[in-house]
């Protein structure tokens, strides 16, 4: 399997992995958005550290720039700590819309930061996402947002778009990444949760919300980020948005409303036909980017 395949894949399985967010949050009720944070991100390091210690290549990925990686490891730990907040303070259609803009916002630290050009396909496959995330949001039945939530969720997004940048340049392990990030992330939470206490059942829940939504989902995105230009990883990544109100929907039966489905499936056949359409278009043509060699900044 080509780089480029396997780039594609591992970000459409983080898009998977990552949709099931909503599912492990009704799942968990009305605990506070901070303990859940602060268990998450402490079970993800554990996990994510006893993985790169049973790894025998570990010394062997130990090299990459430290600049790059201090700069994934702060925007992963950011966006992080502002997701679960901004999933208790605003609506799921309000996060689904400013989330789209991910792509967007990684091209534009694309260009500023490693001179890189996203293909025509690229922007406009961004833009049609943009208009299916429009839909969603005013589609959905949430009577209302909270400010402060919307502002979380685009924090979140612009640390992700970061995110994505830095680990294009970075070709060290994604596991300390992803183990260093969690640790800022549970230390964060821990400052400001009014209680940390949980049950037995709770923990049991959220340690598979840390394994398979956020552990797995991180290091097959910071993969796919290594291998592809950062507007198309972070526009492949949308695949989330309409898997999201699915699981909720099969879980809770929650139906989302018609503009939400609609917009939900612009959004989906958006980031499929674009990774199609790349995946197999022959090298003839050209790249997807035109693009400058990797560096430091």
Not at 176 to 190: D, K, L, M, Q, R
Not at 236 to 241: K, M, W
């Amino acid at each position: 399997m080509t780089g480029r395949r396997l780039g594609v894949l591992s970000v459409l399985t983080a898009a998977l992995l990552w949709s099931t967010a909503g599912l492990f949050m009704g799942l968990l009720g009305e605990l506070d958005a901070w303990t859940i944070l602060f268990w998450r991100s402490l079970f993800g390091a554990v996990i994510t550290t006893a993985l790169a210690l049973l790894d025998p290549r570990r010394r062997a990925k130990a090299s990459g720039s430290r600049t790059w990686w201090w700069i994934a490891t702060v925007a992963s730990a950011v966006g992080m700590i502002a997701f679960i907040p901004a999933l208790r303070l605003t609506s799921i259609a309000n996060v689904a819309l400013i989330h789209a803009a991910l792509p967007v916002f990684a091209a534009m630290a694309s260009i500023l930061i490693h001179a890189e050009r996203p293909s025509r396909a690229t922007v406009i496959s961004s833009f049609v996402s943009l208009a299916g995330a429009a839909l969603i949001f005013i589609g959905s039945s949430a009577a209302g947002s909270g400010r402060s939530g919307d502002l979380l969720a685009l924090v979140m997004t612009m640390s992700i778009a970061l995110m994505t940048v830095a680990l294009r340049a970075y070709d060290g392990s994604v596991g300390s990444v992803v183990a260093t990030s969690n640790g800022i992330a549970a230390i964060a939470a821990y400052c400001v949760s009014p209680d940390i206490t949980i049950e037995i059942g709770q923990a049991i829940v959220i340690a598979a919300f840390a394994a398979i939504q956020m552990v797995l989902g991180l290091i097959f995105y910071s993969k796919g980020a290594q291998l592809l230009p950062s507007p198309q990883t972070a526009l492949l990544s949308l695949a989330e948005v309409p898997l999201s109100p699915f699981w909720v929907w099969l879980a809770f039966g929650e139906r989302p409303a018609l503009g939400s489905v609609v917009g939900g499936l612009i959004i989906l056949a958006a980031t499929v036909l674009h990774g199609i359409l790349n995946l197999y278009r022959s090298a003839e043509r050209g790249p997807w980017m035109r693009q400058t060699p990797k560096g430091t900044p």
